[in-house]
């Protein structure tokens, strides 16, 4: 077709030349015009016309199950932050911008309960509704965890465990909501004689998880995602060069 395209501009360009000569008739006139016009833009250099369009990387990071799992949008492991459930059709955002991955070993067995830390543990993002709903719960007040702080985060029959790398170990109350919106600590238990919702006692260690889980262990982040290049749509010139098979 290349070749073709090349012998159709010559013939115009030489009948184009020929008819200003012998001055031939105006139709004889305008289809020599057109038939080197035609040919030349099939020759053409011009491939693309407008800039490339790309979408900001998205990529799951944590997989409770099947079916719920947590997505990113963002660059370097940083960005929009959503749960999503793909059977129930939930999809709730947990943070506009700036939200960060957690590196700590996170198991979640999930029913209607999540607990979903932020990369330092300063807020941890609880529902009991399955995720259409999310409230911030803390440490309670005096208590920090900074990044690698923690060994093992478990979340088991709707509760959520913080295992510090000091051996303290943390609890969220039981049933959900009862008393107070801040996690609790085993030295605090018996320090103040504090009950964690209905006469909860917090526990010394961290219950199994259940042996069927079959969720991811930590969450995962790919810290060099690349951007999506959109479906282009091509202009007039391009589909025709790509019609003649002349396309670069």
């Given at each position: 077709m290349i070749i073709l395209a090349i012998i159709c501009t010559?013939?115009?360009?030489?009948?184009?030349?020929?008819?200003?000569?012998?001055?031939?008739?105006?139709?004889?006139?305008s289809g020599s015009y057109l038939l080197f016009i035609f040919g030349l833009l099939a020759l053409s250099p011009i491939t693309n016309l407008r800039p490339q369009k790309l979408t900001v990387p998205?990529?799951?990071?944590?997989?409770?199950?099947e079916h719920r799992y947590l997505l990113l949008t963002g660059y370097r492991?940083?960005?929009?932050?959503?749960?999503?459930?793909?059977?129930?059709?939930?999809?709730?955002?947990?943070?506009?911008?700036?939200?960060r991955v957690y590196t700590e070993p996170y198991r979640h067995p999930a029913k209607n309960y999540f607990?979903?830390?932020?990369?330092?543990?300063?807020?941890?993002?609880?529902?009991i509704d399955g995720g259409r709903s999310f409230k911030t719960i803390h440490l309670r007040s005096g208590h920090s965890l900074g990044h690698h702080d923690s060994p093992q985060y478990d979340v088991v029959n709707d509760?959520?465990?913080?295992?510090?790398?000091?051996?303290?170990?943390y609890i969220s109350e039981a049933p959900f909501g009862t008393r107070t919106p801040d996690m609790?600590?085993?030295?605090?238990?018996?320090?103040?004689?504090?009950?964690?919702?209905?006469?909860?006692?917090?526990p010394d260690s961290i219950p199994p998880i259940p042996s069927?889980?079959?969720?991811?262990?930590k969450m995962r982040?790919?810290?060099?995602?690349?951007?999506?290049?959109?479906?282009?749509?091509?202009?007039?010139?391009?589909?025709y060069q790509q019609f003649l098979g002349t396309a670069k």
């Open positions: 010559l013939i115009g360009a030489v009948l184009s030349i020929r008819t200003v000569i012998n001055e031939r008739p105006r139709p004889w006139r998205s990529q799951i990071i944590y997989r409770f199950d492991c940083q960005g929009r932050a959503y749960f999503i459930d793909d059977k129930e059709q939930i999809y709730y955002q947990l943070a506009r911008h700036s939200w607990s979903i830390p932020y990369s330092d543990l300063s807020g941890i993002e609880t529902s509760q959520a465990f913080i295992l510090a790398k000091n051996g303290e170990l609790l600590s085993k030295k605090e238990q018996h320090r103040e004689g504090a009950i964690l919702g209905r006469s909860q006692i917090i069927d889980y079959n969720g991811w262990d982040c790919d810290y060099n995602a690349k951007s999506s290049k959109l479906p282009d749509n091509h202009t007039v010139l391009e589909v």
